[in-house]
């Protein structure tokens, strides 16, 4: 640990031109980076160590193309030459599921989870023109692949490690079918892949500017918009109550459709829509079984 601090150190001190105050070691998440509150004379910058180069070029890229766009995501600053350590902005310590947990279902953290809504739609249009998709992380696109790959992966590490008996043919039918309804969407822009509360980060959280930014994002690739909003409004953490994902969702279509300047047909959306909400949460059954 002390030579991956002192890594973002010398990192922090060849961009500043001074060495750091403090540095924070962060707790760690859900993947295997590192991060680092990086505390200077005019304020904090956050200190990344991926041992994954690729993820790492990934995320960088992302960004800095949705940075150019004024998009919700976070300046890089610098980044080391082996390409395992870079500095970023600092959003704060407040996620949007921090906030929900303390205030609970109240109108302002409605509000929040609206404002995310609307900076995700802005976020998959706008990001989506002119990036290079054979930059993604895995594939290009959440195509039937990708999409039997999420179902398959239920049905390894949840149906078959409850070792119940169960019709493997029909099973595998099912999703073929599923995933061929779903590969013909009528929407493809940026599709995040892990839009949840945890990775929306809101500063000014009792304000009325209260803003959001995203993180954790290099996983992302070209697909249904749907998918997103399924994620994040269905997040088992979160248990948002049924009112609050209807509204949601028609704040969202709301604001995806001004964006795309023509006609949403909310029908097909919907449809499309509960079909990724299927799979997301098959997807996270196989990841709890997988990690349990």
């Not at 505390?39 to 160590?49: E, R």
């Not at 992302?62 to 940075?67: I, K």
């Amino acid at each position: 640990m002390q030579s991956l601090i002192e890594a973002i150190k010398n990192l922090y001190t060849e961009w500043k031109g001074a060495e750091p105050l403090s540095v924070d070691v962060l707790p760690i998440s859900g993947s295997e980076r590192r991060y680092f509150r990086i505390h200077g004379n005019d304020g904090s910058v956050i200190g990344t160590y991926g041992a994954n180069i690729r993820e790492n070029e990934v995320f960088i890229y992302f960004s800095r193309h949705f940075h150019e766009k004024n998009l919700a995501v976070p300046s890089i600053f610098a980044v080391s030459e082996d390409k395992q350590f870079y500095l970023q902005e600092d959003f704060g310590s407040t996620s949007l599921l921090d906030c929900l947990e303390t205030a609970g279902f109240t109108q302002p953290v409605y509000e929040l989870f609206r404002k995310s809504l609307t900076a995700l739609a802005i976020l998959q249009v706008k990001g989506h023109q002119g990036l290079d998709y054979k930059k993604c992380l895995t594939n290009k696109e959440f195509g039937k692949e990708a999409i039997m790959a999420d179902l398959l992966y239920f049905k390894y590490y949840f149906l078959d490690a409850l070792r119940k008996p169960y019709d493997k043919q029909k099973l595998i039918k099912d999703f073929e079918a599923l995933s061929n309804y779903l590969t013909h969407t009528e929407y493809k822009y940026f599709m995040f892949r892990d839009f949840q509360s945890r990775n929306i980060f809101v500063r000014n959280k009792d304000s009325e500017a209260a803003t959001v930014h995203f993180i954790d994002y290099q996983g992302g690739m070209k697909g249904a918009p749907q998918y997103d909003v399924a994620s994040m409004l269905w997040q088992a953490r979160a248990n948002l109550p049924v009112d609050w994902k209807e509204r949601l969702l028609v704040d969202y279509m709301n604001i995806f459709e001004t964006l795309i300047e023509d006609p949403l047909d909310r029908v097909v959306f919907r449809s499309q829509y509960n079909g990724y909400v299927l799979i997301r949460l098959l997807q996270v059954l196989g990841a709890y079984g997988f990690r349990g």
